[in-house]
Each structure stands twice: as structure tokens, then as C-alpha cells.
């Protein structure tokens, strides 16, 4: 049954939630509200001819005050979603909007959603990830949410973790004192790659001890 979630849906589910907690820190710290939600799996017929099961997921980000959510515009939060959404790319496959129902902007493009209260707007992941102020003006217009469609990435796919980008998007830790840990693991056989992740520590003042 589709619907019924399996434990590997609801540890994907969990995974995506804290990497979108990790880079949305800051605007979670303002007032504003992540949900992650499970929409199901489907068996897509690959150029192979077999089935790839893919579970999709959509992302939304609201803005909340004391009587419910609250407006906001791009400007407001381009400088820490742009961040987000380039990782996002790396690791999840970002969908176009087409394939539920048709909005304005739509494109066959990856695109993330901007709904105003009354209509969603599609912007491309190439127009938000360019920095540039985005179409039709939408960076003044007032918004009620953002969302995204999202699906996993074949496991055979990796990412290549860099210094700079790290140092970059994570910069707000590194200026409470973390340090960047790498860490190799494996690859000690000639068919196996080497593993890297990274760590993020800090030591504890003799206050904090």
C-alpha cells in the first residue's frame, strides 16, 4: 500500500528534516517553521526498463508569530535560502512543479513555489541559485510560504565535500568556535572508495567545564 510508510521512508523523512534544520538554522531561530512531508513512493520506469522506487517529499517554510503565520518576502530570506537550496541540489534531487497541478511560472525545470496567500508562483532553481533579483518582481512580493519537491538521489551518487563550501555554509558555527574535523574512513581495498565526513567540534571553556 503506498501510504503506509516503511521504516526506510520515515528515516529518509528524518534525514532530510535535520539537513534542512542544518542549513535553515538561522531562519528557524527566527520565528519562522520548517515541516517536512512524506508524499509517498512511486515506481518510476528508469532508461533501463526497471523500476526505481523514489520516495517524495515536499518542504515547507512558513513564518509564524503569536496569532499564526505570518508574511514575509524573498528578500528577507534569499541570503540564507540560496545557501540551502545549492546543497539541496547536491544532495536530493530537486523536482519541476508540473506533475500535481499547473502554477504560474511553471516550467519542466526545477523550480521551488512561492504562495502568496491566493496563488503559488514557480521560480527555476537556476534564476534563485544566479543571486539576481528574481522574475516578475516576485522578491517584493508578500509571501506565506515557500515549498519545494523533493526526491531521493540514487545511493550510487556521492558528493564531494570541499573546504570552502563547508567553511561557507556552516560559517555561523565556525564563528562560535568549531573547528572542521575530516574524516577518511575505508578504502583500504582496491574496489572500495574511500568515505569522507566531516565533523564539527568545539572544545569547552573552563566556564562551560
Not at 517529499?57 to 505570518?70: E, H, S
Request: include cysteine; charge should be negative; charged fraction near 30%.
Amino acid at each position: 500500500m503506498r501510504y503506509l510508510k516503511t521504516f526506510e521512508s520515515i528515516d529518509l523523512e528524518k534525514d532530510l528534516r535535520d539537513f534542512c534544520e542544518t542549513y535553515l538554522a538561522y531562519l528557524l531561530d527566527d520565528d519562522f517553521e520548517l515541516t517536512v512531508v512524506w508524499q509517498g513512493r512511486d515506481n518510476l520506469i528508469g532508461p533501463n526498463g526497471l523500476q526505481s522506487p523514489k520516495d517524495h517529499y515536499i518542504i515547507n517554510l512558513i513564518k509564524l508569530n503569536d496569532y499564526g503565520a505570518t508574511g514575509f518576502n524573498w528578500l528577507e530570506v534569499k541570503d540564507y535560502f540560496i545557501p540551502f537550496i545549492h546543497m539541496l541540489d547536491k544532495h536530493y534531487e530537486i523536482m519541476d512543479d508540473t506533475e500535481t497541478y499547473r502554477r504560474a511560472g511553471a516550467t519542466d525545470e526545477p523550480c521551488i513555489s512561492l504562495y502568496n496567500g491566493n496563488q503559488n508562483f514557480c521560480v527555476s532553481i537556476k534564476d534563485v541559485l544566479s543571486g539576481d533579483p528574481l522574475p516578475m518582481r516576485y522578491d517584493n512580493v508578500p509571501l506565506l510560504q515557500i515549498s519545494i519537491r523533493v526526491e531521493m538521489k540514487k545511493i550510487t551518487e556521492s558528493v564531494e565535500l570541499k573546504t570552502d563550501d563547508i567553511e561557507h555554509y556552516l560559517a555561523y558555527l565556525l564563528d562560535e568556535d568549531f573547528e572542521i574535523k575530516s574524516i577518511i574512513k575505508g578504502g583500504g581495498f582496491s574496489d572500495v572508495q574511500p568515505q569522507q565526513s566531516i565533523s564539527m567540534e568545539r572544545k569547552l571553556t573552563p566556564e562551560e567545564w
